[in-house]
């Protein structure tokens, strides 16, 4: 299905009973809607949640902005060193406008949001700009964006930036499983797996020129800790011990951030939703809609 919302065409499935309450859910960088696992939308929509999964704009079948070009992710990472802001297609800021468009066009007034990822950076500008859209914050396998307590691993970074530069789907889909094993800490998605998700996902939609605007998106954020500082929501921030890509100091960091912040981690887990980790996933997100929440954090001064 699709709806026009801050000026695109955006992309997304809805699953759940109509009136139960909404949870939004947020993917990260280059990843589709559909990258987030069928059991995990299956388990929280049997919880009676109304789960809504999206396209960002520039994957899946969501807008493109190949008009816009390819940014160069090295120079773009270097003014971002020598402390200027870099022009870069669209923001992260942008992405979470689209966001808050598509609760608009879905009549939702306030959601519960789960992000992963880039996802939950994006989360987290939601609630921080938005305070009265957002009943409760997930993030997941995210960061504050402060450069000296997250750097992925050199080969995680390899990884990250070397993409296939043909459009063979074999290659795509070895690449792909390749580094979902890198990724994924001690709970490894098994090959076939991952080989049957990676291959529907490309052949649903393939953009890698999207996939550096985003990126590009992420670099020119920068520290989000102040933003981060305002947010009022009852916040989860849930990581993985062994994530090589975004570094357990990455969600400590955010939990320190977000005032009245619960953290938690789990052991063994990398950069993925592996099947074994879903149920407690699930878990955690309901219990954490579900608790008892005081009055909102006073917003800081």
């Excluded at 270097?78 to 609760?103: E, H, K, N, S």
């Excluded at 975004?246 to 990398?270: K, N, S, Y």
């Amino acid at each position: 299905m699709q709806v026009r919302a801050n000026g695109i065409d955006i992309e997304y499935e809805e699953q759940g009973p109509r009136d139960g309450p909404a949870i939004l859910m947020v993917m990260g960088l280059g990843a589709q809607l559909v990258r987030w696992p069928q059991d995990m939308v299956d388990a929280l929509a049997a919880r009676g949640y109304r789960v809504i999964r999206f396209d960002n704009r520039d994957v899946g079948l969501s807008t493109k902005f190949d008009h816009l070009g390819a940014p160069h992710i090295v120079w773009t990472a270097m003014q971002m060193q020598f402390g200027r802001v870099p022009a870069v297609p669209y923001t992260l800021t942008d992405m979470a406008q689209d966001a808050i468009g598509l609760l608009d066009a879905l009549d939702i007034d306030r959601a519960h949001v789960v992000g992963a990822s880039m996802g939950g950076m994006i989360a987290q500008l939601i609630a921080a700009r938005w305070p009265d859209r957002v009943h409760t914050l997930t993030s997941i396998m995210s960061t504050t964006g402060n450069p000296t307590c997250s750097r992925p691993t050199m080969r995680a970074t390899a990884l990250l930036l070397r993409h296939p530069k043909s459009d063979d789907i074999e290659a795509i889909v070895a690449h792909g499983t390749m580094a979902g094993r890198a990724v994924g800490g001690r709970f490894p998605i098994e090959d076939a797996i991952m080989a049957e998700r990676i291959r529907a996902e490309t052949l649903r939609n393939r953009c890698p020129t999207g996939f550096l605007r985003q990126m590009a998106a992420i670099i020119a954020d920068g520290d989000r800790t102040a933003r981060l500082r305002q947010i009022t929501a009852p916040t989860l921030v849930i990581h993985g011990s062994d994530d090589p890509l975004v570094p357990v100091a990455g969600g400590r960091d955010t939990a320190r951030a977000i005032p009245g912040a619960r953290l938690l981690e789990i052991d063994g887990m990398g950069h993925t939703l592996p099947p074994e980790l879903v149920m407690p996933i699930v878990e955690a997100i309901d219990g954490h809609i579900r608790a008892p929440h005081p009055d909102r954090m006073p917003r800081a001064a």
